[in-house]
């Protein structure tokens, strides 16, 4: 389908929405300088949204590649849940389905990234957007949020489609369980850096920055550091903004405290800093510079390994893959091997016994990281998990990779034996920073690895395998390029014969690497997870992942026989309408998800005629 077919598509299903009552506006299909993809074209964003359809054929004659915004909430009549698979939102939604109750039947969208929006009524009172709060990869498009809308195309080169008919009829009442969690994710205390509280006016501004300011002083901040952190805050809250020599005379007045000193001068509300003294001309923050070293004065120093030719001491590593496939039994088995001092499966512990600090987001202590850890013989008077970050004020934050690290160092310094330190899922970690935004995910991790340098500490982040099946393994870890070219090293756990997944004994596990920048020779391991502990066979193998993979999208018995199936209702016709495929599958027992996989791997086509016509499935071109 050429752009300007697909212009015109757009362009009738905004006004065909427009006349049902939902407001419409423009956004980019891709990247455009330093505007991102899906961001709106109108100044005020959603807020501009319109019904008017001279409005509407203005905005398209203007901007002829553009995409459908819908703004969420109040002004639309409709809340959406949106689920990101990248980020573990399917899987998520699965629990959260089993812990509570299934969804109702309600309008659905299959978005161009491959994830699912779910459409809902808007409730008798507000409800915010939120992102990941309620579940990682579960977000909740409301009040102050908006989605794009079918047919729209996406910069990966798929389109948004109706999961069946489009019709506002069919829209459901949201279930009361995730209305619940919506209210308890938006009663969740904020960090103290959050910027996008309340606005600072006039009288205020100046008293809330130097609070701000002694909370960072506090925990050991410079002034160059406090002033960085106040420009933001200054930029975004404060109304006006105070001049840069204001913001610099309040961090450089903080700093005069000791650290563990200054927030309590300020947080109690005994603000007393003195702007008098400094001149705005004289008192400027000093220019960046460009620092160099000659390599004559480096040292050069020998690798060091925690698990030798796998996991190098002093750097960050990856374990990745898919759910259930016995990631955390081999990390317990880890923290097994370095509190205890015991060898290896394939080689010596030349380091000496130490300490293990553990990030987890989805596992329980109680019942799964502490039995699993008996079951190894570790010692867990070495192993510690962190619950929280507590504030000066006794509220709770969540652990940011990127805003607690001085906090994760200043802790480091009572566990001087720490050998390493486990995020699982290390994305449920990084606070504010965007999974798949490489900048911001490569500027993240850039401080966990100065630390794991600085500390010799080995650090371990969890992930996933995203559903991209086509890809290579190396791309299919989930998020941002940005994780695999951080880590220095990256392994894979994958069944050893994934037609054996749904067995109801144990299948064999495969440790293999994926990447690893210092390994030499890097081979694959096997083993068994017997009596919840990780027994490793003897002898190791070359076995490529990339074949695993491959074969582990082959071997699924299931998306065969869905195939199968799709072929059988498809072939020698014209076309048929997705419904009734999806109906009839429904009756033989084939889920949705499993049809789409196979109509994504077999490229069938999809249209409709015109707007909020059915849509028609075919094996064949289609005939305009």
Not at 220 to 246: F, H, M, W
């Amino acid at each position: 389908m050429n752009d300007t077919t697909m212009n015109i598509d757009n362009l009738e299903a905004a006004l065909g929405y427009a006349e049902i009552g939902l407001p419409v506006f423009p956004c980019r299909i891709r990247d455009e300088g330093n505007k991102k993809a899906k961001s709106p074209y109108t100044n005020n964003g959603f807020q501009n949204a319109s019904t008017n359809a001279e409005q509407i054929n203005c905005w398209w004659a203007n901007y002829p590649n553009a995409i459908i915004g819908m703004p969420t909430g109040k002004i639309s009549g409709l809340i959406v849940l949106d689920i990101d698979p990248r980020h573990g939102g399917d899987h998520s939604l699965q629990e959260l389905i089993d812990k509570y109750s299934p969804l109702p039947e309600t309008l659905t969208a299959i978005t161009g990234g491959g994830g699912t929006h779910y459409y809902f009524k808007y409730p008798n009172r507000s409800v915010r957007c939120s992102n990941s709060k309620i579940a990682s990869g579960v977000d909740i498009k409301a009040d102050g949020g908006y989605v794009i809308m079918p047919p729209s195309g996406h910069e990966s080169g798929k389109s948004y489609f109706w999961d069946g008919d489009f019709d506002l009829d069919t829209v459901a009442d949201m279930p009361k369980w995730l209305l619940d969690l919506i209210d308890a994710a938006g009663k969740k205390p904020k960090s103290s850096s959050d910027s996008s509280a309340t606005e600072l006016t006039e009288g205020e501004r100046n008293d809330s920055l130097a609070s701000w300011a002694g909370t960072l002083r506090y925990y050991g901040r410079t002034d160059e550091e406090i002033y960085a952190a106040l420009q933001g805050t200054n930029q975004v809250r404060c109304k006006p903004p105070l001049s840069d020599s204001e913001v610099w005379a309040i961090a450089k007045s903080v700093s005069r405290y000791e650290a563990n000193q200054g927030a309590t001068n300020s947080i109690d509300g005994k603000n007393d800093v003195d702007l008098s003294a400094f001149d705005p001309e004289s008192n400027k923050p000093e220019k960046h510079k460009l620092v160099t070293i000659s390599l004559a004065d480096v040292e050069a120093k020998e690798l060091q390994w925690l698990w030798p030719n796998r996991l190098p001491a002093g750097m960050l590593s990856l374990l990745a893959g898919n759910p259930g496939v016995g990631k955390s039994y081999l990390t317990m088995f880890m923290c097994s091997q370095i509190t205890t001092g015991r060898d290896w499966p394939d080689a010596e512990n030349t380091v000496p016994k130490g300490s293990v600090l553990i990030f987890s987001d989805e596992e329980s202590l109680e019942y799964a990281i502490k039995p699993r850890l008996e079951a190894h013989e570790a010692d867990c008077s070495k192993i510690f998990a962190a619950e929280h970050i507590q504030r000066p004020d006794g509220l709770s934050d969540s652990f940011g990779i990127k805003e607690h690290i001085q906090i994760l160092k200043e802790y480091l310094d009572q566990l001087p034996d720490c050998r390493l330190i486990i995020f699982d899922p290390i994305t449920a970690y990084l606070g504010a920073v965007k999974a798949n935004d490489n900048a911001e995910v490569r500027g993240a991790l850039l401080g966990l690895q100065h630390l794991a340098q600085q500390r010799n500490i080995t650090i371990l982040g969890i992930n996933h395998f995203s559903k991209k099946a086509e890809l290579d393994t190396i791309h299919r870890v989930l998020g941002s390029t940005g994780f695999v070219a951080a880590a220095r090293a990256v392994w894979g756990v994958v069944l050893e014969k994934p037609e054996e997944e749904d067995s109801e004994n144990e299948p064999a596990r495969l440790l293999s690497p994926i990447k690893s920048n210092y390994s030499i020779r890097p081979t694959t391991l096997r083993y068994e997870i017997i009596d919840g502990k990780v027994v490793f066979s003897e002898g190791h193998t070359q076995t490529c992942i990339d074949s695993l993979m491959q074969k582990a999208k082959k071997a699924n018995p299931n998306l065969e026989a869905a195939k199968a199936f799709l072929t059988e209702q498809l072939e020698g016709k014209a076309y048929v309408y997705s419904k009734n495929i999806l109906d009839k599958a429904q009756e033989n027992g084939i889920s949705k998800n499993l049809i789409y996989k196979a109509k994504i791997d077999m490229k069938v086509l999809d249209w409709r005629d015109g707007f909020a016509s059915k849509a028609k499935w075919s094996l064949e071109p289609k005939n305009d």
